[in-house]
Structure formats: C-alpha cells, structure tokens
Nanobody, 124 residues
Framework: QLQLVESGGGLVQNGGSLRLSCAAT????????LGWFRQAPGKEREGVSC????????NYADSVKGRFTISRNNAKKTVYLQMNSLKPEDTAIYYC?????????????????WGKGTLVTVSS
C-alpha cells in the first residue's frame, strides 16, 4: 500500500520546538519532491515548505522562514520538518505531500500522495 505517514506532532509551549517526520511506505521517495502543508481550524490549507527530489532546493512560507527547516533522507524514505521558536499561530494539522513536480509540493496542486496529518498545538 502506497502511503505517507506523519508523526511527531503534539503539544508544545510558545517558543518550543518539534520535529515532524513523514515516512513513505510502498514506494521510494528518490524521484519525488516533498512538501509540508498545514491547516488551522477555520482556515484554508497553506504551504509551509517544500524540497526537491535531491534536497538541493527548498522553499519556505514567509511566516516560517528562519524558524523551520525541511530536510529529507531518501535512504530512510523520510522527510522532516524541524520547527523551532514555535508560536501559537503555528497551531494546525500538518500534512506531508509527495509529487513528481517540485512546484506541486510547494503549491499543493498536482500532488501524487498526501499523508493524513499530525496535529501540532502551541500553547501561549
């Protein structure tokens, strides 16, 4: 079964850190770009970060630049999102996505696989 499974979410205090992981099962990530998205209650889904298949190109939403870092380990078929200096406005369900086109994982259109999400809650 081909799927992405996120983990690492939880409750953290304002200013804290979390590292999200997203592991692929049933397929290799070598030829896929990967991205992280989030959706807060009552808001639309937004792109957080994306990384190309080789890990050489990354992009971040302005709201997370300097605080979040995306990385990948193709051997482990996993993409990570290190989140530092978390703020209450970062509270959301975080989803990972895989696509053959880099821009798809940045924009959220044409994604081949979506994870089911992991909840991040930042308390004030």
């Amino acid at each position: 079964q081909l799927q992405l499974v996120e983990s690492g979410g939880g409750l953290v205090q304002n200013g804290g850190s979390l590292r999200l992981s997203c592991a692929a099962t049933g397929f290799t990530l070598d030829y896929y770009a990967l991205g992280w998205f989030r959706q807060a209650p009552g808001k639309e889904r937004e792109g957080v970060s994306c990384i190309d298949s080789r890990g050489g190109t990354t992009n971040y939403a302005d709201s997370v630049k300097g605080r979040f870092t995306i990385s990948r380990n193709n051997a482990k078929k996993t993409v990570y999102l290190q989140m530092n200096s978390l703020k209450p406005e970062d509270t959301a369900i975080y989803y990972c996505a895989a696509a053959q086109l880099y821009r798809s994982t940045c924009l959220g259109y044409g994604v081949d696989y979506w994870g089911k999400g992991t909840l991040v809650t930042v308390s004030s």
